[in-house]
């Protein structure tokens, strides 16, 4: 060996710790720089801090001293712990078995523990605020007591069914719709057997068959909506009508039915029918013929939509042909269209000339309807008259006078009136609007909204309906001629009304 290697094995072995000694790590070497031996100072360690405390404290120094004596035990030969890893231990005697605790199931909790009756009544407020859909759905998997509660028929009573894909294309559609089905042949008697009100929208193919359902499993059917329908034949509605012995209203707007169904359902129904909405077209006049041949005498409520392209052209009667019985029980009609109407005094006379508990009309658009020919409908106790004419007085040549006639009639308990577009001279309107300041016994009037857009009503006649009636919550004055500027418009409220009144009688009288 080298004299330079043998230097160095020396140097080596000089500084070699001693057998049984711990070499000092870097942790040591820290411990001892931040709280020296003697120095009153010991290190506290935790997950995420080193803290140097005063005082006595654990000896890191005996801790180190403790483990190496141990170790060096654990290498003597002959020492106990030796002895006692080197006997082999015995196979440890069997435990005996433990006892099984009875199993407990996991807690119910709150919703258990409600009862069914308090559950179905707060279910029912919630059905009838957002309907069964999905609300019911989603509840039934809570747990086992709100799955019975919102199985219970009885909350089912008003249901909407639309297939998911309803606009688009046929083949898809066509296929959702018979999914749809697959599901309500085991919802219909299962859920629906108390249903009351039903609307269906957007079924193209199906509708044949979801009617069908609903004739075996709905009895207590009373009010049948069909929106954007189309495939309705007069065996179904007639299949439904004996089936449904409550059904009493449809509403068929904005369907392809065809006429032969609707009176075929009519004439089944017969007196038990209360309300029915018809869409204006081609076929309205047979469907109207049916209702005017008595068919139908205790209709409360009759309401035909006219679109934009379509118009009710209502056929004379032959001059040997007797009226009716008409409506006794009708008490709203609805005859109202964006576009000229050809509904004349003598059509609707012929509509409502047995009709004296009319409480609402509505002939929007009906511009060949004059104040004599209302005047002389049975009605006494009108409580709404729609009279407007929007986009369309340009075109026409209005009365000028008679508007008097109306409310010398109604003015005891008409609570709206529009009057908008209408041709009534400055002189008629006040006198008619007047009438609202006398009323007989001298009870205040229930007029609470008044349309005048357009008309030609001056400051003092609005001034004046407005003291007389104290209750009025709607005037609308836009487009009028004879205003001031600034109080063309429409006010809601009373407060805003009560604020027109105090324009009106400080702003000067001349028009803009």
């Known amino acids: 060996m080298a004299p330079g290697a043998a230097r160095r094995a020396r140097r080596r072995v000089r500084g070699a710790p001693p057998a049984g000694v711990r070499a000092r790590s870097a942790e040591d070497w820290w411990w001892d720089r931040l709280a020296p031996s003697g120095s009153g100072y010991h290190l506290l360690q935790s997950d995420s801090m080193l803290l140097v405390l005063p ?123 018979k999914k749809l089905l697959a599901s309500l042949e085991w919802f219909m008697p299962n859920r629906f057997s108390q249903l009351q009100r039903l609307t269906l929208i957007h079924w193209k193919s199906q509708v044949h068959a979801v009617l069908k359902l609903v004739s075996e499993s709905c009895p207590r059917l009373t009010f049948l909506k069909l929106s954007d329908c189309h495939g309705v034949t007069p065996d179904t509605l007639t299949g439904l009508a004996r089936a449904c012995p409550q059904l009493h209203s449809l509403d068929i707007q904005h369907s392809t039915v065809e006429s032969t169904a609707v009176v075929s359902f009519l004439e089944e129904v017969g ?94 658009g009906c511009a060949r309807i004059t104040p004599a020919g209302l005047r002389d409908l049975p009605c006494r106790e009108l409580e709404q008259l729609y009279l407007g004419l929007y986009g369309m007085s340009d075109r026409l040549t209005l009365a000028k006078e008679g508007s008097p006639l109306l409310t010398e009639k109604w ?73 001031p500027r600034g109080l063309k418009r429409a006010y809601r409220g009373p407060e805003h009304v009560q604020r027109c009144l105090e324009q009106l009688l400080t702003s000067p009288a001349s028009p803009s």
């Open 55 to 177: 005082g006595s404290g654990p000896a890191r120094a005996r801790a180190h001293r403790r483990a190496a004596r141990r170790a060096q035990r654990l290498r003597l030969p002959g020492s106990r712990a030796t002895a006692a890893k080197a006997k082999p231990k015995s196979a440890p005697a069997p435990a005996p078995a433990p006892t099984p605790a009875p199993q407990q199931g996991p807690d119910p909790g709150w919703g258990d523990r409600i009862p069914l009756e308090i559950l179905l009544q707060i279910f029912g407020l919630l059905v009838a605020a957002d309907g069964p859909v999905p609300f019911l759905g989603r509840a039934a998997r809570v747990c086992r007591r709100w799955h019975e509660a919102a199985s219970q028929p009885a909350l089912w009573h008003t249901v909407t069914l639309s297939p998911p894909l309803a606009g688009r294309p046929t083949k898809a559609g066509a296929k959702a719709e």
């Open 271 to 364: 007196p038990r029918m209360r309300k029915l909405w018809l869409t204006c077209s081609s076929q309205t006049t047979a469907i109207l013929g049916a209702l005017l041949s008595s068919c139908c005498p205790q209709l409360q409520l009759l309401e035909v939509l006219r679109l934009l392209n379509l118009g009710w052209l209502p056929k004379p009667p032959g001059r040997a042909a007797t009226p009716g019985p008409g409506f006794p029980s009708l008490e709203e009609l609805c005859l109202a269209g964006p576009t000229c109407s050809f509904v004349s005094d003598e059509a609707l006379g012929r509509l409502l000339h047995s009709s004296p508990n009319l409480r609402l009309l509505d002939l929007r």
């Open 411 to 483: 003015a005891h308990t008409l609570r709206e009136l529009d009057l908008s577009g209408q041709g009534f001279s400055e002189k008629d309107l006040e006198q008619a609007l007047a009438a609202f300041s006398g009323t007989p016994g001298g009870s205040q009037p229930a007029l609470c909204s008044l349309n005048l857009r357009g008309t030609r009503v001056t400051p003092g006649t609005v001034s004046s309906v407005i003291s007389s009636c104290p209750g009025l919550r709607f005037l609308n004055l836009e487009s009028c001629r004879c205003l």
